[in-house]
């Protein structure tokens, strides 16, 4: 595959440049699934909706179609469970877990990652994804239907969740904790 260049200029970046190295949604670590596609997420209203909205041309306008985007600032409602489950990004460089070509933190990471972007940072990422199968696990805990099974009803664009079509219910089981669930599809998990 021939190496693609991307420069960013955007509120956060300007003269970035980068190169994908990977054919896009392909080739990923194999301790790295996610089971949501940036696109995906984007249409699920992730972070409030303002995650994405001055840098939009550095990815592919299919993501952005159906994305539930808030142009002035971050909006609860158009996440899919109606609740803010985010802190702001100041809290995230407090921490030490912005890494500095990726000032947006790890949604923009993933979706570079995505586009076939392979960076140093990428172990610790991948690293701190795998972190949230503890939520996950609290969520199947608690899930009334004590299944372990996904209620997500549709195919993603990987393929992989259109187990459950057989369920009754549609996307998620919604009398789970809305925060928790939110948190896993910040991180591309499907939320159960």
């Known amino acids: 595959m021939k190496k693609r260049r991307v420069e960013v200029n955007d509120r956060m970046?300007?003269?970035?440049?980068?190169?994908?190295t990977e054919p896009i949604g392909k080739n990923f670590d194999p301790d790295f699934e996610p089971e949501l596609t940036p696109k995906?997420?984007?249409?699920?209203?992730?972070?409030?909706?303002?995650?994405?909205?001055d840098c939009a041309g550095?990815?592919?306008?299919?993501?952005?179609?159906?994305?539930?985007?808030?142009?002035?600032?971050?909006?609860?409602?158009?996440?899919y469970f109606g609740v803010n489950a985010s802190v702001p990004l100041s809290v995230w460089r407090r921490k030490g877990w912005?890494?500095?070509?990726?000032?947006?933190?790890?949604?923009?990471?993933?979706?570079?990652?995505?586009?076939?972007?392979?960076?140093?940072d990428d172990e610790r990422?991948?690293?701190?994804?795998?972190?949230?199968?503890?939520h996950l696990a609290q969520i199947k805990k608690h899930c009334p239907c004590r299944s372990g099974k996904p209620y997500f009803t549709g195919p993603t664009t990987r393929g992989r969740y259109n187990t459950s079509a057989r369920s009754p219910r549609f996307?998620?089981?919604?009398?789970?904790?809305?925060?928790?669930?939110?948190?896993?599809?910040?991180?591309?998990?499907?939320?159960?």
Not at 13 to 20: A, H, K, R, T
């Open 13 to 20: 970046q300007s003269g970035y440049v980068y190169f994908c």
């Open 40 to 53: 995906e997420m984007l249409e699920l209203g992730v972070f409030g909706g303002k995650y994405m909205t």
């Open 58 to 79: 550095e990815f592919p306008a299919s993501w952005f179609r159906k994305a539930k985007l808030s142009p002035r600032r971050r909006d609860p409602k158009v996440n």
């Open 98 to 120: 912005i890494y500095h070509e990726d000032p947006r933190g790890w949604f923009q990471w993933y979706c570079r990652y995505y586009m076939g972007r392979r960076c140093p």
């Open 125 to 134: 990422q991948i690293k701190r994804w795998r972190a949230m199968r503890r």
């Open 171 to 192: 996307f998620f089981d919604t009398t789970l904790d809305s925060a928790l669930r939110t948190n896993n599809i910040c991180a591309g998990y499907v939320a159960l």
